[in-house]
């Protein structure tokens, strides 16, 4: 029998996304809501408890509404918003987190998946912790460039609508120096000091790139480059979606430009090491409304039903 599947949020960027991934799929049955009720509580409450698996594609304070309408003890909640990522009782939804991720996945029925910045920050900087190369204390900074699809249907409208010219060049934000991901980035990396975090928003649809600057002489003595490159390439031995380039290979360059495009409409992290002298460049690349968003919550289906983790994918 096909699995009962249902996304909470199926008109936003997000959910259109998932049901594009799970159209195709013969062991899978996508349960729709009426239109014009799909902001009605009791309608939304009987489609989740009717669901094995319920994607919430949903802002923050729907995401929690939604959650609690659950009862169904076998109904598994893959949450794309912010509000359940640091929470004890949900999993995070980054299986190439660390060895185990996997299993908790297969039997946690909360599953929180990560920020699109996140998840390439938490990518690049958890094998390093874990490796004993860079401090947990170390206070970072990072960047991140976005196309502007990461904004949600709101944004994406600003942006298509044309005529302000304010939109043509690339907008920093985040200047309060609180983005929302930063919780999570600290949670699942273990860096203990805040990261200074830089999210800047460009007039291109989707792509999403994360710059992680690094000074030898602060992380721990005797690491350079190789080395760094060594532990992301331990970590991810044998991962499908992510990807760690040659060691600042010039064939990932244009003309010396980086293109943060270059992994839209796959579910892959494509993560680079440039370095020169005493310092280095890390950057993670990805599709914002992939392996930053949709096709991760998918992956995390499969991953928790047991079938191949590429499917659909
Ligand atoms: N876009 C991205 O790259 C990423 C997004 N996310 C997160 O995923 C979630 C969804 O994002 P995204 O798809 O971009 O957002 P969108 O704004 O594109 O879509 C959200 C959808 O939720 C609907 N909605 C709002 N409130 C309710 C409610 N009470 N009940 C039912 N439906 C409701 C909205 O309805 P209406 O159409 O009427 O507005 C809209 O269709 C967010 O929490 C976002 O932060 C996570 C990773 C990346
Ligand atoms: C361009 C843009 O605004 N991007 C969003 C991140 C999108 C994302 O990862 O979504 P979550 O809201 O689920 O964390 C932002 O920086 O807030």
Redesign the pocket.
């Known amino acids: 029998m096909a699995y009962q599947v249902y996304v909470d949020g199926q008109e936003g960027t997000t959910g259109l996304r998932i049901h594009e991934y799970l159209a195709q799929r013969s062991d899978v049955e996508l349960l729709r809501i009426d239109p014009d009720k799909r902001k009605d509580p009791a309608e939304r409450a009987r489609l989740l408890n009717a669901a094995d698996v319920a994607f919430l594609c949903l802002p923050?304070a729907a995401a929690r509404e939604a959650a609690a309408l659950v009862t169904n003890p076998n109904t598994c909640l893959i949450d794309?918003?912010?509000a359940h990522r640091t929470s004890p009782d949900w999993v995070f939804g980054l299986p190439e987190l660390a060895a185990g991720q996997r299993d908790k996945l297969r039997k946690s029925k909360r599953i929180a998946n990560?920020?699109?910045?996140?998840s390439a920050f938490i990518l690049l900087a958890r094998p390093l912790v874990d490796a004993g190369l860079l401090p947990a204390a170390l206070p970072v900074s990072a960047t991140s460039i976005?196309?502007?699809?990461?904004?949600?249907k709101k944004?994406i409208e600003q942006y298509q609508a044309g005529g302000d010219d304010k939109l043509l060049s690339p907008r920093p934000?985040?200047l309060t120096l609180s983005?929302?991901?930063i919780p999570e980035m600290m949670a699942h990396t273990g860096l203990t000091a805040k990261p200074v975090f830089l999210?800047i928003?460009g007039n291109f649809y989707k792509g999403l790139a994360v710059s992680l600057p690094l000074h030898f002489a602060q992380l721990a003595s005797g690491t350079d480059a190789t080395k760094i490159h060594a532990a992301l390439q331990a970590h991810y031995a044998g991962e499908r979606f992510v990807r760690v380039m040659p060691l600042q290979d010039p064939a990932t360059l244009e003309s010396g430009f980086f293109d943060v495009q270059g992994s839209n409409d796959t579910n892959d992290v494509d993560l680079f090491v440039f370095a020169h002298d005493t310092q280095a460049v890390l950057i993670a690349r990805l599709d914002?409304l992939g392996k930053?968003?949709s096709g991760a919550a998918v992956q995390c289906m499969n991953v928790h039903l047991g079938v191949d983790e590429a499917l659909g994918l």
């Open positions: 923050d794309a918003s912010t990560p920020g699109c910045h996140a976005t196309g502007y699809s990461g904004g949600g944004m934000y985040g983005h929302k991901h999210p928003v914002n930053g968003a």
